[in-house]
Nanobody
Framework: VQLQASGGGLVQAGGSLRLSCAAS????????LGWFRQAPGKEREFVAT?????????WYADSVKGRFTISRGSAKNTVYLQMNSLKPEDTAVYYC????????????????WGQGTLVTVSS
C-alpha cells in the first residue's frame, strides 16, 4: 500500500485547508484510512479516521471535532481532511495512514503510512 499526502501549507488562524491522501496498491472496496499529526517535540497523535464498507463511519479526536471533516473522494482511493477554524496548536506534520485492526486512535493499528505534509497555522 502506498499513501501520498498533500495539501499542507501556511495559513492564518481561523483559516482553512484541505489535505488529500491518495492510496494505491490494493483494492479499497472496504477499508479504513486515517490522519495523524505530529507537532515538533510531541508524539504523533490521532486526528480522524474514516471506514467504508456497507456504510461510512468516522472517528475524530476531541481536539478537532466540529472543525475538521474527513471524507472519501469520488475516486474512492482518495481521502480528504477538511480543516476549518484552524488554530496555531494545529501546526504539525499531518500523516495519512491505512488502518488494519485495533483501536482507531492507536498508531500501531496502522501498518502503512504516507510521507506527511506540513501544516503551519500562524497567529
Amino acid at each position: 500500500v502506498q499513501l501520498q499526502a498533500s495539501g499542507g501549507g501556511l495559513v492564518q488562524a481561523g483559516g482553512s485547508l484541505r489535505l488529500s491522501c491518495a492510496a494505491s496498491g490494493r483494492t479499497f472496496s472496504s477499508y479504513s484510512l486515517g490522519w495523524f499529526r505530529q507537532a515538533p517535540g510531541k508524539e504523533r497523535e490521532f486526528v480522524a479516521t474514516i471506514r467504508w464498507k456497507n456504510d461510512v463511519t468516522t472517528w475524530y479526536a476531541d481536539s478537532v471535532k466540529g472543525r475538521f471533516t474527513i471524507s472519501r473522494g469520488s475516486a474512492k482511493n482518495t481521502v480528504y481532511l477538511q480543516m476549518n477554524s484552524l488554530k496555531p496548536e494545529d501546526t504539525a506534520v499531518y500523516y495519512c495512514a491505512a488502518y488494519d485492526s485495533g483501536y482507531v486512535s492507536y498508531t500501531g493499528s496502522y501498518p502503512y503510512w504516507g510521507q506527511g505534509t506540513l501544516v503551519t497555522v500562524s497567529s
